[in-house]
């Protein structure tokens, strides 16, 4: 059974930086790009970026240039480093592969 278990979420003021990580078990990591979700309370939930199994990656405009996805395939783990960080970055951040996600990391961004 795949299980992705994000970490790394928390409280941080404006302009600062986190790393979330994503672990993930069975081999489906290596198989399949990775992606990363969030949803901000009242709001669906959007793609924030997503990075194949050859690295290539994509973001949404809403955090290029201040966000970067990265996975390490020996250790299964994906990670997004955030900086610059804004109160809008506010929310829960999901790790997500073909149907399987996890619970989620609450990130909160104060201004």
């Known amino acids: 059974q795949v299980q992705l278990v994000e970490s790394g979420g928390g409280l941080m003021q404006a302009g600062g930086s986190l790393r979330l990580s994503c672990a993930a078990s069975g081999s489906i990591f290596r198989l399949n790009a990775m992606n990363w979700y969030r949803q901000a309370p009242g709001k669906q939930r959007e793609l924030v970026a997503t990075i194949t199994i050859t690295g290539n990656t994509n973001y949404a405009d809403s955090v290029k240039g201040r966000f970067t996805i990265s996975r390490d395939n020996a250790k299964n783990t994906v990670y997004l480093q955030m900086n610059s960080l804004k109160p809008e970055d506010t929310a829960v951040y999901y790790c997500?592969?073909?149907?399987?996600w996890g619970k989620g990391t609450l990130v909160t961004v104060s201004s």
């Open positions: 997500n592969v073909r149907l399987v």
